[in-house]
């Protein structure tokens, strides 16, 4: 079973409506929609779909793959208001990229949360306050 990360740390998926792929979306009548969205999509493409969606799911397909981040911020960008929800391959040293980009949340596998276990993830939970370019600014004062 996999694993929600958040601010609070670790807890169980309470999403129980089922994904649809990005592709599938236009044949789709659910009144509740989270969309599946591959790391190479483009965010443009989902514009009209932002009013709708409830949740959006971005797929990292490993840790070295930070599209997902670009995607997940340009959702924001165009004021997607909806849950954002990281899946795959994110690691706890990404936590604080992952929620500055406009992620809600990261959906990890349960071997992920037992090789990095949750005081990990939320060492990093205070994102805001470890700003890199905040604490620039800071010293340059």
């Known amino acids: 079973m996999n694993v929600i990360v958040k601010d609070t740390g670790f807890g169980a998926d309470d999403w129980t409506q089922g994904y649809v792929a990005l592709d599938a979306v ?6 509740a929609l989270a969309i599946d969205v591959d790391s190479g999509a483009d965010p443009e493409t989902m514009r009209p779909l932002l009013d709708r969606a409830d949740l959006i799911r971005i797929d990292f397909p490993n840790f070295a793959d930070g599209r997902g981040f670009t995607i997940a911020r340009r959702l924001r960008l165009m004021k997607y208001q909806g849950r954002l929800r990281a899946k795959g391959h994110v690691i706890a040293d990404q936590y604080a990229m992952a ?15 037992a ?4 005081a990990q993830w939320l060492s990093r939970a205070n994102w805001r306050d470890n700003d890199y370019q ?8």
């Open 99 to 113: 929620r500055r980009s406009g992620f809600d949340e990261i959906e990890i596998e349960a071997e992920l949360a």
């Open 26 to 31: 236009s044949g789709t009548t659910s009144t």
């Open 134 to 141: 905040a604490l620039v600014r800071a010293t340059a004062s």
């Open 115 to 118: 090789r990095q276990p949750e």
